[in-house]
């Protein structure tokens, strides 16, 4: 089967742990891997690891596997840790209180930013690879614990100092309450948008001759992701980069809106565009996928599962 990735995290990583799972790997459906530039961390942790992504590269390779990467751009655990970092904050003034798997950095964050940039220049450094998927490049919103069905009047996030001040000195006003941003709600949606894309831009001005970049999408209605995430996928396609949306069926307890989600996009998107990530537990599960995949014609798709698969 062709161009079928496995997310495959590594855990601590050993060299030779991870030469055994490539070897089980390939006796499975798989043609190709995604490794993760920085291992998981949590929140004791208070530095920021990286993997040995080039040497698991050239194991990969030698394997001839495919390899993307994921790069979690504006999620960070480690800068929660510190005493000078500034939370995102949420539209009633709240400042975002983090998951064991979520500690999300607002993209307008000064220190986020960099951060980002220096994921870009590292990836710069590695061999080639088939793809980049961007993931968390949105303003915050942790969908797995969220109402995917999206009501509120403004976006939940991010009403940080660093947001608040720029898009004041944006529409030249002094904005110090979301009751002044409902009145200028087109403006902000606009300006929030703009900051996505300027760092998706960013990121291609690094990358575009390297490798192909995809941009990760929570499983929201097409329509809602602008409003929610500042995303706009419209735009995300036309800039020449894939979409990626985030399809973890079981997450959210039922398969309509997967299959929901899944109409909108054969409506809206050229399938060559997209490369969904899907979740599965079960060999059952993975094949639905599969059909899934075919059917839709996605040249590429990712699977991610759970521990237990290889
Ligand atoms: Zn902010």
């Known amino acids: 089967m062709e161009n079928n990735f496995l997310v495959y995290n590594p855990g601590q990583y050993d060299r030779k742990s991870l030469s055994d799972d490539l070897r089980k790997i390939k006796n499975n459906p798989f043609d190709g891997v995604v490794f993760s530039l920085t291992k998981p961390t949590t929140h004791q942790k208070k530095v920021s690891r990286f993997y040995p992504v080039n040497q698991m590269i050239t194991l990969a390779r030698e394997l001839d ?3 993307g990467l994921v790069l979690d751009c504006f999620e960070n655990p480690v800068y929660w840790q510190k005493e000078f970092f500034t939370r995102p904050v949420n539209y009633q003034g709240k400042t975002s209180v983090a998951d064991e798997f979520y500690s999300p950095v607002c993209p307008n964050n000064p220190f986020g930013i960099e951060y980002f940039q220096k994921l870009l220049l590292k990836v710069k450094r590695l061999p080639q690879v088939e793809f980049v998927l961007l993931q968390n490049l949105r303003f915050p919103f942790f969908w797995e614990a969220e109402d995917l069905d999206v009501q509120l009047q403004v976006p939940p ?8 001040t720029e898009f004041s000195s944006v529409i030249g006003e002094v904005i110090t309450s979301t009751s002044q941003i409902i009145e200028y709600l087109p403006d902000w949606m606009e300006w929030r948008t703009g900051v996505i894309m300027s760092l998706i831009h960013d990121a291609r001005e690094v990358l575009a001759q390297k490798t192909r970049l995809a941009v990760a999408v929570p499983p929201l209605a097409i329509i809602d992701l602008p409003f929610t995430t500042g995303q706009l ?6 800039s020449g980069c894939l979409l990626t949306p ?3 069926h079981k997450t959210k307890g039922g398969t309509t809106w997967f299959e929901d989600i899944i109409e909108q996009y054969r409506l809206e998107i050229k399938p060559q565009k997209l490369m969904p990530l899907f979740k599965f537990q079960t060999r059952t599960e993975f094949d639905q996928m599969i059909e899934i995949k075919t059917k839709n014609k996605y ?3 990712l699977f991610f599962s759970g521990p237990g698969w290889v």
Not at 157 to 164: D, E, I, L, Q, S
């Open 233 to 238: 996928p419209g735009a995300i396609v036309e």
């Open 299 to 301: 040249p590429v798709a």
């Open 246 to 248: 985030l399809l973890y």
């Open 65 to 67: 596997f495919k390899v």
């Open 157 to 164: 996030y991010c009403y940080c100092p660093f947001c608040v």
